[in-house]
């Protein structure tokens, strides 16, 4: 969603604009061809391998206009208070890439055997790790909340003893345990994809970061400039929305006041009424591309520099 993004970003030359997913570099190659010949990015990435191919495709190319960093995008107010500098754009495009998910010693995808890892950087512990040290009430709450899986109880269960017992050694096993575990169900998508969403989900934290990182909004982008996240799945698209809301809504007065008395004033504007989604094309370029959903807003004007 290439032009998309730079529509709702509002892309102009010499801004100074965030990527907040680096990723493959697509979506930062396109933001700096917009804002040429004198705007500026800086591209996060909290997976150092995704860094390593954007400096590779664009570092020659953009100079001193790009700047490279290895974070979560849940820390981009810190890496903007330290520039001193409010962006005019900020774009975070949530989710697992396609790099992740196609390369398998990341551990992302059950169609190729994979390590138990599923991190998207090293600052949080593998799969494994995290099965090791988590308990069936925890599994089984992540199962059934991130993944929205029937039966939670009984995979979590089936999962931490085949795990215990050693039976566990890669995503296909993985993959395979939980199958039988699902067998009969009706779902037209393998038995095991939600069950890696939700894992992957758990082991990244990847709602808490996005939550975050939508709240930090004003104070990563200018009065008047624009943020633009993109979610790939229903869990992701609800904080997004909720959060958007909450920012351009923020009075905390029951709603029988006959006028505000909390003082709370909107900080955004919100673009897009409805989520903006890929047209027939690109899915058919891109199948991935189907589950996104995008939203923006626009920062307004405050009195108070620390919102």
């Known amino acids: 969603m290439v032009e998309e993004v730079l529509h709702w970003l509002d892309v102009k030359p010499g801004g100074f604009y965030v990527d907040g997913t680096a990723g493959g570099g697509g979506h ?3 933001i700096l061809d917009a804002s040429a010949p004198d705007g500026r ?4 990435d909290r997976d150092p391998e995704a860094l390593s ?3 590779a495709r664009l570092a020659e190319k953009a100079g001193e206009r790009l700047t490279l960093v290895n974070a979560n995008y849940s820390q981009a107010a810190e890496i903007i208070a330290e520039r001193g500098e409010r962006a005019d754009g900020w774009l975070v495009d949530a989710g697992v890439s396609s790099h992740q998910l196609d390369e398998p010693s990341r551990g992302f995808s059950f169609q190729q055997p994979g390590p138990l890892d599923m991190r998207m950087g090293p600052d949080v512990p593998t799969l494994a790790e995290y099965l090791e040290s988590t308990s069936r009430e925890e599994l089984a709450r992540v199962i059934k909340v991130y993944g929205e899986v ?3 109880w009984g995979v979590a269960g089936a999962i931490l003893g085949a795990f215990s017992r050693g039976e566990l ?3 296909t096993d993985l993959a395979d345990l939980v ?7 009706s779902r037209k998508i393998h038995p095991a994809t939600l069950v890696f969403q939700a894992l992957r989900i758990a082991v990244n934290r990847e709602l808490e970061h996005l939550e975050a990182a939508v709240r930090q909004i004003p104070k990563v982008v200018k009065p008047g400039g624009r943020a633009v996240f993109m979610s790939f799945h229903s869990l992701e698209d609800r904080i997004v929305k909720h959060t958007f809301r909450e920012l351009a809504d923020p009075c905390t007065c029951p709603r029988d006041f006959p006028r505000c008395a909390c003082g709370k004033e909107p900080l955004v504007e919100v673009l897009t009424r409805q989520s903006v ?3 027939d094309e690109e899915v058919q370029a891109n199948p991935r591309a189907r589950s996104a959903r ?4 626009k920062v307004l004007p405050h009195t108070h520099s620390d919102v």
């Open 294 to 297: 995008l939203r923006a807003l």
């Open 179 to 185: 199958a039988a575990k699902q067998r009969g169900g």
């Open 41 to 44: 990015l800086i591209a996060i």
């Open 169 to 171: 050694k890669t995503t």
């Open 28 to 30: 930062s190659a396109a």
């Open 53 to 55: 191919t954007v400096r």
């Open 150 to 152: 029937r039966g939670s």
């Open 277 to 279: 989604v890929a047209g």
